[in-house]
């Protein structure tokens, strides 16, 4: 029999230590069953979330699983109340299928390495905004910008407005998920926004094809199931532009704040900048910027020892894997070097990050140009904010710092 609790992951509780939450369920029970948001399953231990993770026909990631159109599915818990689908992350085989054949190719390893001197020079601008004045807000002034402005030109939409499109997408993970509330009338306002630009943008492309980047990649898919209408486009666009500017700035948030609390690890990265790929992997799995995801049983299936009925959520935390004793070896232990470190921040399974090696490049990148230009930085940590909601994201809010000025790179 599961274990009955009253874990919340948005709830303010879970957000004071989610570690030791996902600690207690993962030695304890291994699996917990709750009624929050409509009541779901939740999955801690590593071995577990792998089995569900692969088991996609047992487990959907559909945002409505067929026959039952309507039914709050998908990979969030809970739906958020106004959102549609999130393309080919809440759509399983084979429709999924269609939408990852055609979006490997744009982010190989070596598709990306191609990316890599514009997101240098987005990175060295960034800096370059604050670097004579010897302050900066860290979130607000680096790492939020740089992910956001890194996607939109992947994509190809107008780079000018980036904060526009950054604002809603990381208010969405913290606030009060409250239709009633201004708060969530205004993120609405903000989303609205973003899907017209991303529409404007779709419909003058239509009238003057273009080439060169992602959409023009996706609205010219040569598909063995034909060309995608522009509602599909859209959805596909959005879904690169959501996934894509959120975890990386959350991400980066948690690293530059580990290295100015643990200065001995910046120093052995200022020594060694070959250890940044290692470091890289460990600030994924210590700090998961995606902490859980959703699932929707589709049919009769088991898992952590538990039998499920179609129907039924259940919640796959990353971040508790990310913290098993059965793989990681002293898990609460932050080792720069660590090897091997088969984290699970991207996920597992065919959903596995399809950005993955894209934010690798963004995160290693913005790492060095801080080491090497504002080595000495310092985080106010009484004014540092994390969200206050960590039941889906894993970040910081704002960090105001101060560091030695230096100057402009002439960018
Ligand atoms: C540190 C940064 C990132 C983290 C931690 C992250 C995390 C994840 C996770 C955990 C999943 C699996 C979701 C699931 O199985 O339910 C996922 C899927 C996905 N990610 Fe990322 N992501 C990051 C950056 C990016 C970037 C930069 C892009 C694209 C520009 C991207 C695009 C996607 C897409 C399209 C999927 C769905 C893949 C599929 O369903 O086949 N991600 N990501």
């Known amino acids: 029999m599961t ?47 792998a089995a569900a993770a692969s088991a996609h026909a047992d487990f959907s990631s559909a945002f409505e699983l067929p026959g039952d ?13 106004d959102s549609g689908r ?21 982010f190989t390893p070596a598709a990306v390495a191609r990316f890599s001197p514009r997101i240098q020079a987005i990175t060295d601008e960034t800096i370059d905004r604050f670097i004579t004045k010897g302050s900066c807000d860290l979130v607000l002034d680096l790492v939020s910008p740089i992910p956001a402005i890194v996607t939109l030109e992947v994509l190809g939409l107008d ?59 996706i609205m010219s898919a040569d598909d063995p199931e034909g060309p995608l209408d522009d509602a599909l486009v859209f959805e596909t666009a ?29 120093q052995r990265l200022l020594d060694d900048p070959s250890l940044i790929d290692a ?17 929707t049983v589709a049919q009769r299936a088991e898992a952590g020892g538990e039998s499920f009925e179609r129907g039924e959520r259940v919640l796959l935390a990353w971040s508790s894997a990310n913290r098993d004793e059965s793989q990681f070896p002293a898990p609460d232990r932050f080792v720069l070097d660590r090897k091997p470190n088969r984290h699970m921040s991207f996920g597992y399974g ?25 080595p000495d930085y310092s985080i106010d940590r009484d004014a540092a904010q994390l969200y206050p909601d960590l039941g889906l994201m894993y970040g910081y809010q704002q960090m105001p710092a101060t560091f030695t000025p230096g100057r402009r790179s002439g960018r």
């Open 279 to 295: 470091a890289c992997e460990e600030f994924l799995r210590y700090y998961t910027p995606e902490q859980a995801g959703a699932r």
């Open 159 to 217: 780079t000018s407005e980036w904060e526009r499109f950054a604002v809603p997408l990381h208010t969405s993970v913290h606030v009060p998920r409250d239709p009633r509330t201004s708060a969530w009338q205004e993120l609405q306002d903000g989303f609205q926004w973003i899907f017209q630009q991303i529409r404007e943008e779709i419909a003058r492309r239509r009238a003057e094809p273009k080439d060169g980047d992602l959409l023009a990649a």
């Open 350 to 374: 065919i959903h596995r990050c399809l950005g993955s090696h894209l934010a690798r490049q963004e995160i290693k990148i913005v790492l060095a140009e801080v080491l090497r230009r504002m």
């Open 238 to 266: 959005y879904t690169i532009v959501a996934a894509g500017v959120e975890t990386t700035t959350s991400l980066l948030s948690s690293a530059l704040w580990h290295l100015d609390r643990y200065p001995e690890d910046r």
């Open 69 to 81: 159109e309507g039914y709050g599915g998908g990979i969030t818990l809970p739906r958020n109340p």
């Open 86 to 106: 999130t393309s080919l992350a809440e759509m399983d085989p084979p429709e999924w299928r269609r939408y990852r054949r055609m979006l490997n190719p744009i």
């Open 3 to 49: 274990e009955e609790q009253a874990f919340d992951h948005h709830s303010a509780e879970h957000a004071a230590d989610p570690v030791c939450a996902y600690r207690a369920i993962r030695q304890g029970p291994g699996t917990v069953r709750t009624d929050a948001h409509g009541g779901f399953t939740v999955l801690a231990r590593y071995d577990d979330i």
